[in-house]
């Protein structure tokens, strides 16, 4: 089992910046990915950012150039930062943890964008 524990979301105003973070514990494999969800009242869940236990990270084209996705090995914890918030980015965001034998999610954080 893998326990995820997310933090950081919040309010806050059009073009300003949160940073979520998500621990990871429990039976956590050598080799696993790590990334970020959301889901909007009315739409499917996307998939944000990812990255694998290599470093290498992809992005929905809409955060691209205002999100970053970066972790710490040591700490087995991802962070997520948010630069030049738009309302569009209201949601609720999800971490993730995949190795090659399990997939976790974490309890979500509600992250809102308005003025």
Not at 11 to 24: D, H, K, N
Not at 85 to 107: H, I, M, R
């Amino acid at each position: 089992q893998v326990q995820l524990v997310e933090s950081g979301g919040g309010l806050v105003q059009p073009g300003g910046s949160l940073r979520l973070s998500c621990a990871a514990s429990g039976s956590i494999a050598s080799i696993y990915e790590m990334g970020w969800s959301r889901q909007a009242p009315g739409k499917e869940r996307e998939l944000v950012a990812g990255l694998t236990s290599t470093g290498i990270t992809n992005y929905v084209d809409s955060v691209k150039g205002r999100f970053t996705i970066s972790r710490d090995n040591a700490k087995h914890t991802v962070y997520l930062q948010m630069n030049s918030l738009k309302p569009e980015d209201t949601a609720v965001y999800y971490c993730n943890y995949s190795d090659p034998f399990y997939d976790y999610w974490g309890q979500g954080t509600q992250v809102t964008v308005s003025s």
